[in-house]
């Protein structure tokens, strides 16, 4: 074999032999950050998007049941109509769905008949806890809410 051909056979072998090693390094990098993103979501660290504002506009209310930790009932604020409520639907007396009245102005559960105002506090029991808040924010049209 001469020199030359030696050459590039060790080169080439070299540079085949740290492209694996460079491609996992690479793809353990995008896993971490994917895994991240899932654990972000999962502890909800992160928003989610339950619908948007023309939506919201259109119908009164999105009824989101597809988060990460659980469901989200989003309306307009009766008091100021420039800010978005988003709560936890599940009446905290017996885990019975609330929902909305915009002609009330209040949340009614159907099982016990509490009543919550507009942002959860307790107006009428036998509910004596208020429904789960979230954090609201707009991203555009979208409505993005936190879950914990």
Not at 29 to 34: E, I, L, R, Y
Not at 94 to 118: I, M, N, R, Y
Request: glycine share 8%; net charge negative; hydrophobic share 35%.
């Amino acid at each position: 074999m001469k020199r030359r051909e030696f050459s590039t056979f060790v080169g080439v072998g070299v540079g085949m032999s740290i492209l694996p090693a460079a491609l996992t390094a690479c793809d353990a990098q995008t896993n971490d950050n994917a895994t991240a993103d899932s654990a972000d979501a999962a502890s909800g660290n992160s928003f989610e998007e339950v619908g948007n504002v023309s939506q919201l506009e259109e119908t009164g209310q999105i009824l989101n049941e597809e988060l990460a930790n659980g469901k989200a009932l989003v309306i307009k604020d009766p008091a100021n109509a420039e800010k978005i409520i988003a709560v936890n639907p599940t009446c905290p007396h017996a885990g019975c769905a609330v929902t909305w009245e915009l002609d009330q102005q209040k949340f009614l559960c159907p099982c016990h008949d509490s009543e919550f105002s507009s942002d959860g506090k307790v107006l009428q029991g036998p509910a004596t806890e208020p429904l789960t808040s979230y954090e609201v924010k707009l991203e555009g049209d979208s409505i993005l809410v936190k879950t914990t």
